[in-house]
């Protein structure tokens, strides 16, 4: 069974950064690519180990807040 998942990806210090915030896995790579397939390849592995519960579809969305 195929599931989508939320990669988040930044550059930090001198590589991509690749996260999955409903997992919790992170990963990198010198390229963004290269990151999502290394965050890939780990969210796979840990949901072989620790399977996610079923849960109903989450809303990704942003909001601005004031700051001084």
Same mark, same amino acid.
């Given at each position: 069974m195929t599931k989508t998942f &939320?990669?988040?990806v930044y550059w930090e210090e @001198? $590589?991509?950064v690749a996260e999955c915030p409903e997992v919790g &896995? $992170? !990963?990198?790579? @010198?390229t963004? %690519? %290269?990151?999502?397939?290394?965050?890939k390849e780990a969210t796979e592995l840990y949901l %072989? %180990?620790?399977p996610l519960p079923? &849960?109903?579809p989450r809303l990704l &969305?942003?909001?601005?807040?004031? !700051?001084a």
């Amino acid at each position: 069974m195929t599931k989508t998942f &939320t990669a988040i990806v930044y550059w930090e210090e @001198d $590589v991509y950064v690749a996260e999955c915030p409903e997992v919790g &896995t $992170v !990963s990198q790579g @010198d390229t963004i %690519e %290269e990151a999502l397939a290394n965050l890939k390849e780990a969210t796979e592995l840990y949901l %072989e %180990e620790f399977p996610l519960p079923k &849960t109903s579809p989450r809303l990704l &969305t942003t909001f601005e807040v004031l !700051s001084a």
